[in-house]
């Protein structure tokens, strides 16, 4: 399958990441206009919510686009999701017979504000790279013990706190917490020192459940997937995660991209998990290829400097889809919504270059890595961390839209009011 | 401060769960009427929705009280908390000019259907009981490593499933899960064979916060507290903890008691956490008083049996309050929200017969204890587990609604459709 050719001339150019291929979901505004739903083509942002109350889209229940979310459309169940892929695909196909009833609702991309583009229910964090399990298990506690005895059996997570997810583009500010160094006689409250970030890819979970759910049906509840960066405090985490796991140490953000891309743009680009090291109990096999072939890049730019790509690696790497994630989250019974939000876990690949994680950039902090004009172990103040992906077709690209954050400073005085 | 005494009758027995002075929020229906505010008063539901309907009750940006939630309530922040609560107060009191008005309101409680009071936005779950943390670590690592090196620095906190809360009275599914026994070559799928309680308190926020809080700002904003069940698959927790803690274990259900009962109605009930065993850092110290002296209970009956009181414990044994937890939450900048629960962790005290869960009464399933007409290790089938609590006061009770929830077969197949 190659491009689909659009009467907006840029989205035929095969390294724009917004194509008649893509259309993903955002919300954006423009001056003092409330925040709406939208979807990219080329340079532009098409109103979706303006091209609704015109009446160009028909969707059921709706209106459904003039509010600052996608939920209400995930929440409208897959055949209106293929309505409106299928609709917005025939308004901007070349030759369009609407062309002229569409190109008033097309906003120039560099005119407008984007926003989070849904809310979201609950966030689940997982730890299903492969080298990235290696690589920390290895740090901690040596690569006999690296892996935890359960790690191969099922797709370790966790909770998070959908609270801190935040979109591309908001700064975030170094967290206080309690630390205690190795050698430290007694903790102490600081800004962290080893501020980190992780790449990682989020899928949302577009269709309600109650009671388990096969791999299966897990895949076909994603609405879609987007970027995602999981801030950690490496310092807080080292003193609070036993027994329990993380908990203020990645509570302070995750950022994410700006554009929904959905599960029907990235079907060309499935790609089964790597082969087993050892089987799988039923309920957690793949029945088809799960994962996509997405290129990813993490660059570091300091204040005033020139950014460092830091890391290249690619989402075919992770050990477990989304889908698997979304089994195994259903196994107890529990409740899934839509809006549910599932980070894959940090994506690092075999060599050094590809690793998804300052900390296993820095090996723990013991080895700096170089950029342009110095070198890092941890985030320092002012830092902009700058995460990118693209699947590559045939004369096109999907892409995601950048998912940026930059560091500022820790509050001076944290109880200060 | 005794009894404030009412013209409903029932409300004046000492051993009255509410009184005049407790006034606890709930959310009711009664046929096939919508569900809806009400407050406990007696033997009755006070239908406050209508209530404020009828113009006997004012709230700003009313009505506030015909949805099936109290979120709004609390959204609308303390200084209407104490309008509501002063102005019930004047309705209800012995005397009051305006009897005739409300009465036709009261809906005896014998004639409702009780839900959820409130929508719950993030739920969190702590381990703050000194004596169940010494008891489940003296299990799994002995005496000498009972507690984790930051139990006396921090509250260790997780966050659970919001999607999995649910009111008392709602059966509970026992859970399918992935468990591996010591002895097991490979881990295997099956119902969980080791299901349990958590006897817990839960707080409600009620304010909203950006950045970090003291713990005198964080008691300030929480709105009320319930009593709360943790149901607890403890053979799935053992395999999947390590490294990142609890996950499927404690996503079947958490159940609340369906009243809550509110700060304000608390307050001559406070006490200090015990003695610190080693000092706090300056951000998590008390203030004054955080704890309550709330008496708690659990009952276990079997299908057709006679219920047993298999634990006797206080809120006041735990060793962190909810505001030095909720103090602990906002370290790192985490934003909290109207409607978010915190779970107190699980209450023991020292005795065995003070011991919150299964897992400690039974020592891990090695001691099975005895009830009216048999033993139990672990909850079996059709077992109503019933949590119950109560503050005593000068010729009056605080009580919060028995917490009920009764464990059904898991599923014959998951899978089946």
Known sequence: MGLHRSW?????VPDCPFPLNNLPCGVFSTGADAPRCGVAIGDFVLDVAALEA????????????????WNDVMEAGPAVWTYLRDRLTALLAEGSAERKAVDPFL???ADVTLHMPF????????????????????????????????WLHIPIGYNGRASSVIVSGTDVR??????????????????????????????IVGTPSEGPVTVAEADAMIFGYVLLNDWSARDIQAWEYQPLGPFQAKATATTISPWIVTRAALEPFRTPTPPREVPLLPHLQEPGPMLYDIALEVGLTPEGGRETIIARTNYAEMYYSAAQQLAHHTTSGCPMNVGDLLGSGTISGPEKG????????????????????????????????????QCKGDGYTIGFGDCVGKVIPALAAPYAR
């Open 8 to 12: 907006v001339d840029r989205a035929n």
């Open 174 to 203: 170094r967290p206080w917490g309690q630390v205690k160094g190795p050698n430290d006689d007694a903790p102490r409250f600081a800004p962290s020192a080893r501020f980190d970030i992780e790449l990682e890819m989020g899928a």
């Open 107 to 109: 906003v120039p991309a």
């Open 54 to 69: 015109a009446g160009l889209l028909t969707l059921p229940d709706g209106p459904l686009l003039d509010v600052p979310f």
């Open 119 to 150: 809310l979201v229910s609950e966030y689940t964090d997982f730890y299903a790279g492969r080298h990235h399990a290696f690589n920390v298990g290895t740090m901690f506690r040596g690569p006999e013990n690296a892996l935890p005895p359960n």
């Open 354 to 389: 590809s690793r998804g994680s300052l900390l296993e950039l820095s090996w723990g902090g013991k080895e700096p890595f170089p950029i342009n004009g110095g070198s890092r172990s941890f985030i320092q103040d002012h830092d902009t961390l700058t995460l990118r992906g």
